[in-house]
């Protein structure tokens, strides 16, 4: 449970900060100024910091909406993305934020009116063209939900544009407030999964992956739609008989009409990140082995890539029609 | 040109030859006084009005800084470097404070320092929420009489803080301070018996702290650590700055997968640092497929 939230003075006003109290009764409040006073101090410890991180309340005043990067999306002409919070509950091995933050806090941006606002400007400039947007960027997009309340409104809001579509990629399980109500067409719950092994060894705090598949189901079998995210592949001994294992796994439990999509990527970093994060984790496996670096991207190289894009399209095809696989690059 | 002592301040040490994984920053004696006996902490000559204290076997050292910020960072700084403190060291400013409400010698850790003088804000420690309250704390440069906001006050934490938050990361800087005169209880009541009282009547407090302090030190110390067989290979090879730093990267995955081998005798077949490197790299390599790298 988090003990200390910080929080910016002139947030207190907003409902998502009412909700926050409730939800956290016993936290000590610590008024700051700026989010970032705390989140970029200088010389933090972010595995330490993840034993306890603290949650910073805060107000977003700029870049709401952004493009995704290029081979990130799906079919939509205009993908977009936004990050009503930074970092995860979670403790992922792999996971990019550690290299990209140098704090393992939770930053919370509560005025999320102007998120909705600064979306609803982006559909409508992008009228004429197909639009996809993201949550989940820079946290898990349920992972923190009984807390903020975001998807409530998130999806209340999206119900009001049934022309585009959005996006909540998770790992959480914290899916009661979408079951109670109806669900919308134009979005997605997207579950990032790995073979049980990996995600046991690499996943720190998230839930299982039979939990995880359990959830997929329930959502599914209530009319939402799924997307499967397995991204990133990890490539290790027995790869295949996993991989192939958690796709039959997933499509013996959820109807193929109820998949939106399945996107996949392999396990890849910008080079500064990479060595960034794996200073963090000297005794990691997964950092020790003898990754390629290409254009200033570290990955298992050509070799591994090939070979586990070819093998993870083939078991993909047994239960998938071509129009709903997509490969990330980025 | 630095003397040879205050290197160590720009450099970590290849071998420590004393590992001090608390150090203690505190402006009185009679603060300071409780700390050194229950640590059987003792008197290190500096030929300074500095006095330090210390106790190799358990890891502990001592500053008594005066008071003020000034000579609380200096005595920081001073303690860093005549120590050779490494960077995974814990800090800690222990002290009285005074705070805005009762009781008299509550103890709380300071989460958030601040000086109006200065107008900034540090956000020191680890937060330890299952074994000591947190507040935020106001460095003043006067006793403080009117506790006008909801804070510890105090006079030196805020120097502490700036100086060590460049010695070892944030998340080991700690300010823990015990409530010693608020509006009922005027500082006038302060003597050095009232003050070693209100640090002994917490040590049991301070203990708890202590033992999860020195895990989070120990976790620091062993992510930072080298290798005696790198440095000792380093020291019969040269290696340049970005060769040393790829041939260190290079032995972590080595090693991670060849938890059995030593580089030991290395040196007799590899002559220069560019075939040390290029053995680890084709070692790594070899059989990659075959491990399992979870």
Known sequence: MIDTVYFEEDVLEYPAVSRVKKALPKANWVPIERFQELFNIRNQNFRIQKKNPALILAKKYENFVLPVPSGFGMSSSKNFYFSHMYNCLYDCNYCFLQGLYSSANFVLFVNYEDFFEHISQTIEKNKNDTQMFFSGYDCDSLAFDKVSGFSDNLIQFFEQHPNVEVELRTKSIVTSSLLRRNPIKNCIIAFSLSPHIIANKLDNKAPSIARRIDAMKKLADSGWQIGLRLDPLIYTKDWKNQYAELIFDIMSQVKVPSVHSVSYGLLRFPKKMYKKISTLHNDSGLFAFPMHENNEVISYGKEIENDMYSFIQRELHKYLPETKIFHCTN | ?294
Request: net charge positive; charged share 25%; glycine share 4%.
């Open chain 2, 1 to 294: 040109m630095p003397s040879r002592r205050l290197k160590f301040l720009t450099m970590e040490s290849k071998k420590n030859s004393h590992v001090y994984l608390i150090c203690w920053v505190v402006a009185l004696r009679a603060e300071a006084t409780p700390i050194i006996k229950i640590f059987n902490l003792q008197k290190i000559q500096t030929q300074t009005s500095f006095s330090i204290y210390a106790n190799q076997e358990l890891g502990h050292a001592l500053i008594i800084s005066g008071v003020g910020a000034i000579k609380s960072a200096a005595a920081t700084s001073f303690l860093k470097a005549y120590l050779n403190i490494g960077s995974f060291a814990a800090w800690i400013n222990l002290g009285i404070a005074g705070y805005h409400k009762e009781p008299i010698g509550k103890i709380y850790q300071a989460i958030k320092v601040s000086s109006q003088e200065h107008c900034r804000t540090f956000f020191p420690g680890f937060r330890f929420s299952k074994i000591i309250e947190h507040t935020s704390l106001l460095s003043v440069t006067k006793a403080e009489l009117e506790y006008k906001k909801p804070a510890l006050y105090d006079m030196e934490a805020f120097g502490f803080c700036e100086v060590a938050s460049a010695f070892s990361c944030n998340e080991l800087i700690f300010v823990f301070k015990i409530v010693s005169d608020t509006p009922k209880s005027s500082l006038e009541n302060l003597t050095k018996s009232v003050i070693e009282d209100l640090v002994n009547n917490n040590l049991s407090t301070i203990n708890q702290l202590l033992s999860e302090i020195n895990k989070l030190s120990i976790i620091e110390m062993e992510r930072l650590s080298i290798p005696q067989e790198v440095t000792e290979l380093e020291d019969l090879i040269h290696f340049s700055r970005t060769n040393s730093i790829k041939f260190r990267n290079l032995y972590k995955k080595w090693k991670y997968v060849n938890s059995e081998k030593t580089l030991k005798g290395l040196h007799l077949s590899k002559k220069t640092a560019k075939e040390v490197i290029k053995f680890l790299e084709e070692d790594i390599s070899s059989n990659k497929n075959t491990r399992d790298y979870l």
